[in-house]
């Protein structure tokens, strides 16, 4: 039998923790048999939860951990004195490699201040970038990055190209992903001055299928697998994203059951609306890895759903299994050898 990925899960990050990090945790033991949970946070709290739910107890474990980082928290001051604080201890166990992965719901600015200085990048990443999926007509692409650095310089979008292109081929299994950077036209001469400096050498990396610039309207519609951009543009797009997707189907569902005559069609079409907006559920995808990194790190919403904390454990074990860090790591060293 192969051996368990191990997740770590801040117990008591979020909006709507501990219940439902704790149910998330419940429902991903019992969709998989290949991974063990490391629930982390205040022992009592998550005991009392537990009790409601039946699991594998030989696959769940739980670490105390006194404190917690509050969302109004500042970032590093918090992850310096903190230190017996859920999101500190969870992070700890990957850096020390008790387990492969760590998910959270909690303060996304302690998030990335600790996975930079407690899980710490790779050897030749410069940025570790956020990178969620995010649905298109034509399934998923990735966009990179969404919210860890928005002063992103020319080379660290390169890197994002290519640890972006590294989790679509082995992930989501796109053979040859086609990468874009965002921009505000087609044509190579538009765009900022970052955009403008970035566009050649995507063009020169050998190592990438660089298609070229992709404007806003494309993304839906799944114009590149790989959406490259800095953090202050990508969450811009995803922030949108949500809005107009959550609208969207607010509207649509609103609108079927408006008149007797709508209320008839919708039984008709049901079946079929359901799956497919389904599809555009954020929801399904799970959280947002952090690539470039020593071990995992996966941010959910701060309001995360039960489902989406379940999607972003489970997600664990492809990147785990399919070993993304060294291939990451392996693209990074034949580039400095070159």
Known sequence: ????????????????????T???AVEALKASDRIKVFLVGKEDVIKNEL?????PQDRLEIVNAGEVIEM??????AIRKKKDSSIVVAMKLVKSGQCDAYVSAGSTGANLVGAQLLVGRLKGVDRAPLAPLIPTA???SLLIDCGANVDARPAHLVQFARMGSIYMENIMGVKNPTVGIVNIGAEEEKGNA??????????????????????????????????????FVGNVILKMYEGVGGTLIKEVK?????TFRSKIGALLVKPALKETLKKFDLDQYGGAPMLGLRGLVVKTHGSASVTEVKNSILQCIGFTEQHINDKIQAALDIDENQ
């Open 51 to 55: 009790s409601k739910y039946s699991y």
């Open 138 to 140: 034509k399934g998923v």
């Open 194 to 231: 970052l955009v403008k400096e970035t566009f050649p050498l995507l063009k020169e990396c050998k190592d990438i299928n660089f298609v070229g610039s992709v404007e806003a309207r494309d993304i839906p519609a799944g114009g590149v697998d790989v959406v490259v951009c800095e953090a």
């Open 22 to 24: 704790v149910e998330a």
């Open 254 to 258: 609103a609108g079927m059951v408006s």
């Open 1 to 20: 039998m192969a051996e368990l990925v191990k997740v770590a899960v801040d117990a008591m990050g979020g909006d709507n923790a501990p219940g439902v």
């Open 72 to 77: 109004a928290e500042p970032p590093a001051n």
